[in-house]
């Protein structure tokens, strides 16, 4: 049995995740900030906990962290306001990388997206501009860290039922991937620590997931 925490815990990727995680019995901490979202992560079987890491310091963030196996991270600002897209996607982030260590957890899994490096390539003139920089901040920042990390890079989301198939490589050109095998994955990812010090890119495929995530080298 593992104590994760997701930070992030109401979207729906987390929800999926949570309800994965103690269906084989994890305890999962599910970090919200609004507090009426509280029943929605209970009834997948998390445990709330209210908290905005947006402005949360970093020995703050790792009290809410302490005691816990694994982090998480499926936040994100939700894009429209540049500055909150780095308050969260950035700033937010790096600090509970910091925080992670401060409150001993090694574990991180980051939920990025396929195309999230330095040289992504989105004009500054793109809506979208935003969150691929920021992302590429916090990823970057993470690869620095000594802590054990993996980052996903799944494709184009969807709300398509999951598969439990997906397809990845360092090659791959973005498709689509279900927001439900997202979560399939990161589940199975926290089970195999050869994924640390792994960027994961994949779409949905018609590969076992296990079977993908274990060929990963």
């Known amino acids: 049995m593992a104590r994760v925490v997701v930070i992030g815990g109401h979207g729906k990727v987390a929800r999926h995740l949570a309800r994965i995680l103690s269906a084989r019995a994890d305890e999962v901490t599910a970090v919200i900030r609004n507090p009426e979202h509280t029943s929605d992560v209970e009834i997948v079987g998390a445990t709330a906990v209210v908290a905005d890491v947006e402005n949360l310091d970093t020995p703050a963030l790792a009290e809410v ?69 920021a992302k590429a901040a916090a990823d970057a920042y993470l690869r620095e860290t000594a802590l054990a990390w993996t980052i996903l890079g799944p494709s184009t989301l969807t709300l398509e039922p999951g598969t439990g198939l997906i397809e990845t490589g360092p090659d791959l050109t973005s498709r689509t991937v279900s927001r439900e095998d997202v979560a399939l994955v990161a589940a199975e990812t926290l089970t195999r620590p050869h994924t640390a010090g792994k960027f994961i890119a994949f779409n949905n495929g018609d590969i076992p997931i296990g079977e993908a995530l274990d060929s990963v080298r």
């Open 65 to 133: 962290l302490r005691g816990h196996d694994a982090v998480v991270w499926s936040a994100g600002a939700g894009g429209g306001d540049p500055a909150r897209t780095y308050a969260v996607d950035r700033d937010a982030a790096i600090r509970s990388m910091d925080a992670c260590a401060l409150a001993g957890v090694d574990r991180y899994l980051m939920v990025s997206y396929l195309g999230a490096r330095t040289d992504h390539g989105v004009p500054p003139d793109n809506s979208f501009f935003a969150y691929a920089e």
